[in-house]
């Protein structure tokens, strides 16, 4: 039998046994426990919601404001290309570098190099180019330039992912942002 403290775990003074495949929790002294943050203060502060402006470089759409959080701006020099509901599955680790992230997939059968590029202040202003290149059948390329720019706080009420169209109407479907070119084949 073992003893193990899990005072780490739970916030208190607590002791976990362990035997014969049965695990018991004992002796669990509830006054060291000292309540933080709520849930939703804590949840707040990881996202950091942030209203961003998304363009396609040289498309004919606005830039669109789209409401963000950390993981979503990562997501933007992160590719992850699909076609249609099909994903393109990672056959390699990344790579990643300063201003660069680049990987290999595959898809239907074919292999794929995809790269993004970025250049500006992945905090306020930047551009982005994303590739995806065929190396099964070369010169079938896909390509497109964003321009991100943060704008400050997101609406109040708007939540992450939550945009405008091209209308000006308010949405809350990433659908809104424009492709501005077609997806690979």
């Excluded at 290999?104 to 202003?125: F, I, K, M, P, T």
């Excluded at 070369?138 to 991100?148: E, I, K």
């Excluded at 609406?155 to 659908?175: A, F, V």
Aim: glycine share 10%; charged share 20%.
């Amino acid at each position: 039998m073992t003893l193990t403290p899990l005072s780490p775990l739970v916030g208190g003074t607590c002791a976990l046994l362990v035997g014969a495949g049965l695990m018991a929790l004992t002796a669990c002294d509830s006054s060291a426990f000292k309540p933080g943050p709520s849930w939703a203060e804590r949840k707040a502060a990881a996202e950091r919601r942030e209203l961003w402006s998304v363009e396609v470089v040289g498309g004919r759409a606005q830039p669109l404001p789209i409401c963000t959080d950390v993981a979503m701006r990562i997501g933007f020099v992160r590719p992850s290309p699909s076609i249609g509901t099909k994903p393109c599955i990672r056959n390699a680790k990344p790579v990643e570098r300063t201003d660069n992230y680049a990987f290999r997939c595959e898809l239907d059968g074919q292999e794929w190099a995809v790269v993004s590029y970025w250049s500006g202040d992945r905090n306020q202003d930047f551009t982005d180019t994303i590739s995806v290149s065929s190396l099964d059948a070369p010169g079938t390329a896909y390509s497109q330039t964003r321009h991100y720019r943060r704008l400050g706080a997101c609406p109040s009420g708007w939540s992450i992912g939550e945009s405008r169209d091209q209308q000006g109407r308010h949405t809350t479907s990433l659908e809104a942002i424009p492709a501005g070119a077609s997806a690979p084949p």
